[in-house]
């Protein structure tokens, strides 16, 4: 079995795909073509086994010219991303590759997708040329098909793309204290976690981790009480805050992809906290694993800022109130993402989707 991955990030084949990769060369011949945007070229030789081969391309164009050049000695092709999807899924069916698989992941693209202009409809048109798709979550699909009725004769639904679910921390901290990690901006409702921290009386810190520009931290320092929030910004190692916090929070308006920073919080026993997003709900389990806050409010916060806030407040004031409930809920995730969301597990899944038919 000869099969070709096809990337418009280099970068994200290593960050989230790694065990992908690493399963496909396993199991076959493996080819990867992806668009140059490693910094660290350490990364590459993580990404090639002995028997891998990869071509870094410059541009998009480079990338169809080297898939066409490749398409047609292979049994199967595996598109990440959007852009990929098209170029796969083309090349794919011009020199009849048998399995033309594409991945969905987020809904970044997909909101792009179902925009409805004609720029759109082409491009849904041309990711049918794949005969088969693979979906990040179950939501993420059912909108992206019934809204341009996509139709591949094989699917695949994954929770995640898979993690190394190895737990850091050793111990559940009794502290009320919360962190969230992420882009410390208003699009993430951060603005409404920061305001609604600051009204309630249970929890006693919020530590924020991710970056923010200093036009927006002043804002927030400005217009909300940031006494005992911690602002410690860009960190290569979150365990350390991690473990000093109680409860990871993960407030989302709709249109997230699948959340990485709820599924290491689970991991690692945090009591988590999020809107019931698509993503976040399903990584939440529809509210097993955590404590769920309805994102009716979220949809529009220009109309329904002070609600979600208000939202927010009552959820954080009855956290630590029902121990046992949160002890099943720590449970109840550990066990979830081990059998939904681990890096093998995930990889050897989408590997045997690709080669078998």
């Known amino acids: 079995m000869k099969v070709i991955v096809i990337s418009n ?4 084949l290593w960050y989230f795909r790694r065990g992908h990769i690493k399963s496909l060369n396993d199991a076959s011949e493996l080819v990867i073509i992806a668009i140059n945007d490693i910094t660290d070229q350490n990364r590459i030789a993580e990404l090639t086994g002995n028997s891998t081969k990869i071509h870094l391309v410059n541009s998009k164009f480079h990338l169809f010219l080297k898939t066409l050049f490749l398409a047609r000695d292979f049994d199967a ?13 083309l090349a794919g069916w011009l020199f009849r590759v048998p399995r033309r698989v594409v991945l969905f992941s987020g809904l970044g693209y997909l909101n792009y997708i179902t925009k409805p202009t004609h720029l759109s409809r082409l491009i849904s048109k041309l990711l049918q040329f794949n005969n088969a798709a693979i979906f990040v979550n179950n939501e993420d699909g059912l909108k ?14 994954i929770l995640g793309e898979g993690m190394d679910l190895k737990s850091s921390i050793e111990e559940v901290s009794s502290q009320m204290v919360g962190i969230y990690a992420g882009r410390l901006h208003p699009q993430k409702c951060v603005d409404v976690l920061v305001d609604s921290f600051g009204k309630q009386q249970n929890l006693k810190k919020l530590i924020l981790v991710g970056f923010t520009g200093a036009q927006l931290f002043e804002f927030y320092n400005r217009e909300f009480d940031m006494t005992n929030i911690e602002c410690v910004g860009r ?12 409860y990871a929070i993960m407030p989302s ?18 009591v988590c906290v999020s809107t019931d997003t698509f993503g976040n709900l399903d990584a939440m389990d529809k509210g097993s694993n955590g404590f769920l806050i309805k994102n009716d409010y979220f949809r529009n916060l220009s109309i329904n800022y002070y609600s979600a806030c208000e939202t927010m407040q009552g959820v954080f004031n009855n956290l630590g109130k029902d121990l046992d409930a949160e002890k099943k809920y720590i449970s109840n995730a550990k066990k979830f993402m081990e059998e939904n969301c681990e890096r093998e597990f995930i990889a050897k899944k989408i590997t045997r989707f690709i080669i078998t038919k």
Request: charged share 20%; no cysteine; glycine share 10%.
């Open 9 to 12: 990030s280099a970068n994200s």
């Open 77 to 89: 092709i595996l598109s990440y991303s959007l852009l990929a999807g098209v170029i796969g899924g």
């Open 144 to 157: 992206l098909r019934n809204e341009y009725k996509l139709t591949f004769s094989r699917e695949l639904i």
């Open 235 to 246: 960190v290569d190692d979150i365990f350390p805050f991690m473990s000093e916090s109680r």
């Open 253 to 270: 308006k709709p249109g997230e992809g699948f959340p990485t920073f709820l599924m290491e919080a689970m991991v690692n026993g945090r």
